[in-house]
C-alpha cells in the first residue's frame, strides 16, 4: 500500500471515529467512576453461555495453561464440532473447520481479537498465514449456530475470538518461563495497572511473550549442508494497552492497544513420500533446507466505549492492521513427492533444479465499527437490541519471484538463477465493504427469541502486472460487487432454571476473493444450517450440552491447488455440501459432588459428523483436495467421530491433569481413496487417508509458595506417530513426545 493510500485510509478512519466520539464532550465531571462496562466479547463468559441461542464455547485462561498449550489445534479439541487439520505440529498455520466447512487455512470462519477481525485482509484474503497466539491468551470464545449474526465476513462456519491478556483492575503482573524438548523456550511476562488522576482512572498494560524451539525434525544432509536439525521457530510479540476512564457522568472509556508479532521459521511445504514416512515420519528431504516463512503483524485498535443511559451503551473501534510475509520454499506438490525421479533430486540423491519460489505478500486492514446495544421493553417482553456497522478496507498484494537453483548428483549445489520480479505473481486485490447488522433478543422471561440480520455490500477489485520484463505494467484489472443477506433465528426455553433448550436456523456465506469473483466468476458460498439442542448447566455439579445439527451449503469455494504447489492457483466452485451431526459436551466435578476434600474434575467433548459432496464437483486438477469428488464422497479431513476426555486432581497445593483424545483417519481428497495416487493412478503422495490417533497429554503443578509455582507438562505421553496431514505436498506428522518444565509467578 502507498504512503498517499495509507494516510488516505488513515484519514477515514480516524474522521469516522472524531464523528463519534462527539457526544463525549458534552459530559460534565463526576467525583469516581462507579463501574465499568465488559470488553468487546462474543460470550463474555462461562455463565453467558446459558443464554445462547445456539452452540458455544468459552475457554478460559486456566484451560489454555493448564496443560502448557501454544497449539490452537490442542486447545479447540475441547469444544465439540471443531475439525482440526494440523499441519507443522506447532499449531502455526491452523485449518480449522467448524460444523464440517472446507477447513483450509481458516478461511471459513471469522476469527477476531477483542473483537476486531484478526486475518490480515478478512475479505480480499481471509486464507493469510497469521493466527493469534493462544498462549497470550486470557481467553478464547468459539460460536456455531444461529449465534453468530453479529459477525462476519465469513459466516458459513462460525467465530473464533481470541481475548488478550486485560489490563488489570489494579498494580499485578506475573511471568511464566519454560524449557523443554528440542531447546525449547518459552517466556510470556505482563505487567499493568490502574490509578486515579485529576483527570480520571487511567491504566496501562506492558507484556512481552517470546518463544523458540529448535523443531522436532531432521533435514537431510549434504557435503554442503550439514547444519540440519534446525527445523523450528521463533516468535516474539509485545504488546501495549493503554486505558482512560474519564470523569463524566455517564461511565466512557478509552482504550489503546498496539499489538506486534515477529515470527522466522524454517518451516516447508515439503512432505515425505508414503514408504519415506512409514519409515521415519519426523525426516525432512534435502530439497527443503532453504525454506523458511518470515512473518510481521502490527495490530492497532482505539477503541471507545459510552453508557448513554442506564439502557444504552455504544462501542466504537478503529483498527489499522499490516501483516507483511515471505515464505521462501520449493515448489514442489504431491506429484513431485510421488514421483520418483523427481523425489531423488528432492533428496539430494540426483541432479536437478530445485524450484524455489518467494511467496512475497503484503497486506493492509484498516476500519472502523461502531455497535450500539440498546435495551426496552415492549409488547410485555425485554428487547435487547444490538445494532452494527462497520466500514471496512482491505488489500492483499503480491509481488513474487521464482528462483532455481541448480543441484550436482551428490547434492551440493553448483548455481543460483534469480528469476524476474514479480514473475511468480505480481497482483493486486482490494476489497471494501459495508457491513450492518441487527439482532434483537426478546426475552419473556422463560424463553427468548431471537431474530437477526445480516448485510455485506462488498466492492471487490484487483489487478493484474506484468510477470515477465516490466513488473510494473498493469496488463489487466477488474471490478464488481457483492451483496449479501444472512437472516437467522434462534430460540431459546429455559426448562428450569439450569436446564434449557435452544434451536435456530440461519443462513450463512463466505465471499470469493475479489480476482476470483471479478475475473473467474467464483460465485459466493451460501448455507443454510439448523440446529436443536439441550443444555444444563450447574457450576457446582453436573453441566451437559447435546446438540444435533445440519447444514446444507451451495457452491462450496476452495482453492484449486492446496499451497500452489508447482502451478499458479485458482479458486473455485467445487459443489454442493450436506453436513449434519450430533455434538456433546460434559463436565462433573467427582470431588466435589462427593466431597472427597479435593477436587476432581472430568469432561468429555465428542463430536459425530456426516459430511458429504451432494453433487459431483467440478474441479480436474489432480492436485486439488476436491479433484475427482463424486456426489456421496466424504468431504476431505472431516472424521466421523472424534472425542476428548479429560481429568484431573486438584487440592490447594498442588493439581494433576490428563486429557486423552481421539480422532478419526480421514480422506484427504474427495476422490476418498485410500493409496497415494490420483485419479489417474498416478502417485500423488497427496492422495489417501490420515491416521487415525490417539494421544495423551499430562501436566502438572506445584505451590512452592505463595505467588510461586512449578509446572510442567508432557505431550504426547504416547509417542503416538501418526500421519495428520497430507497437504501441502504429502504426508506429515503430528508433534512426538515432548517435555516442558518451568516456574510462574504472580506478584
Known sequence: MTLKKRTSCATIVATLFATSAIPLHAETATTETSHQLLPVTVIGSKDNVASLAGSGAFIDASDIRTQNYDDINRVLRRIPGVYLREEDGFGLFPNISLRGVDGGRSSKITVMEDGVLAAPAPYAAPAAYYTPTPARMNAIEVLKGSSQIKYGPQTSGGVINYLSTPIPAEASGGVRALYGTNHELRNHLYYGDRFETSAGKV?????????????FKTIDPTPDFITNDRTGFRKTEPMLKLSWEPNTVRYQNLELKLGYTEMLADETYIGLSEEDFRADPYRRYAGSRFDYISTRMTRTHLRHQIELNE????????????FKRNWFKERANGADVGNPERLAVLKGEAPGTLRYRNNNREYTSA?????????????????????????H?????????????IQAANGTITDRLNGVPGGGGNREEKARAIALHLQDTIDFGRIAIIPGIRYEHVDLRYKDFDTQGDPGREIGRGDDTLDIFAPGIGLVGKLTDETSLFAGVYRGFSLPGPRAYAKDGIEEETSIGYEIGIRHLNPNSFQAELVFFYTDFDNLIVPELVGAGGTQARTENAGDVISYGAELKLAYDLGQALDLGFRNPWYLAATWTSAELDSDTASLNAESIFSGGRKGSKVPYIPEFQFLIGSGIETDRWGLYADLSYVDATYTTASNVNAPFDNDGKPNASFGKTD????????????????????????????????????????????????????????
Open 367 to 391: 476500519g472502523i465499527e461502531s455497535v450500539l446495544a440498546y435495551g426496552f421493553d415492549a409488547a410485555g417482553a425485554r428487547h435487547t437490541l444490538d445494532l452494527g456497522i462497520r466500514l
Open 393 to 405: 478496507e482491505d488489500e492483499a498484494i503480491r509481488f513474487q519471484r521464482d528462483d532455481d537453483f
Open 692 to 747: 487415525s490417533r490417539v494421544v495423551l497429554d499430562l501436566s502438572g503443578n506445584l505451590q512452592l509458595k505463595p505467588g510461586v509455582k512449578l509446572i510442567g507438562s508432557i505431550h504426547n505421553l504416547l509417542d503416538e506417530d501418526y500421519l495428520a496431514s497430507r497437504h501441502p505436498a504429502g504426508p506429515r506428522p503430528g508433534q512426538p513426545r515432548t517435555f516442558l518444565a518451568g516456574l510462574e509467578f504472580q506478584f
Open 311 to 322: 439502557d444504552a451503551q455504544l462501542t466504537t473501534t478503529a483498527y489499522y492492521h499490516e
Open 203 to 215: 491504566g496501562y498494560l506492558l507484556e512481552l511473550y517470546d518463544r523458540r524451539t529448535d523443531g
